[in-house]
């Protein structure tokens, strides 16, 4: 798996054009919104975003730009992971659900020090991933995944708690997103 295979995972899921009145993202298209697309140069009708825009804005803003594909060169799952997560919550917010998980398993710093939750991936955290990862292997993959699912988690019912639009949303989100 690639990066590439993950956007089209990303694509396939999150389908065509829609413009839902609860969804404050307004109208969409493969899951990019309008500011987004605005933000990055598409002027044209959301309904006719091409593929490619789609694509390019994917790998920019949710893979290399946040550090991601650096992450993915230690641990495939956790990069793929804080792709998705940052694409439907914000790269900050899944970068800081890292940094939260990361300083949460280091055992009260005897493993690596706590990093400042400043929600980039920075020289630090991959540091301190790389850290975790030398001390709990590929095992410890697993348990820093069920950890960032587990903040994700937290995240949409709280959403959905202090918006009851978001309802609408929730049972998709848990299902599409997590695990």
């Keep these: 798996m690639d990066i590439h295979d993950l956007i089209e995972e990303v694509i396939a899921r999150e389908g065509g054009y829609s413009d839902h009145p609860a969804d404050r993202g307004g109208p969409t298209n493969m899951g ?66 890292l940094q939260r998980a990361l300083n949460a398993l280091n055992r009260n710093q005897k493993d690596y020090p706590d990093l400042k939750v400043d929600r980039q991936a920075g020289a630090r955290t991959f540091a301190a991933l790389t850290a975790f990862r030398a001390l709990r292997g590929a095992s410890g993959d697993k348990i820093l995944l069920k950890a960032l699912e587990a903040l994700q988690g937290e995240r949409y019912v709280a959403l959905a708690e202090q918006r009851p639009a978001n309802e609408a949303f929730l049972y998709g989100w848990l299902a599409n997103r997590i695990g």
Excluded: C, H, Q
């Excluded at 959301?46 to 789609?54: E, G, I, Q, T, W």
């Design 32 to 97: 990019i919104t309008l500011k987004v697309a605005r933000a990055n140069g598409y002027m044209g009708d959301m309904k006719l975003l091409p593929r490619s825009v789609a694509e390019a804005i994917y790998r920019r803003l949710y893979w290399e730009r946040p550090g991601y594909a650096f992450i993915a060169e230690m641990s495939w799952p956790i990069a793929a992971e804080l792709f998705d997560t940052g694409i439907n919550m914000g790269v900050a917010t899944a970068t800081g659900f």
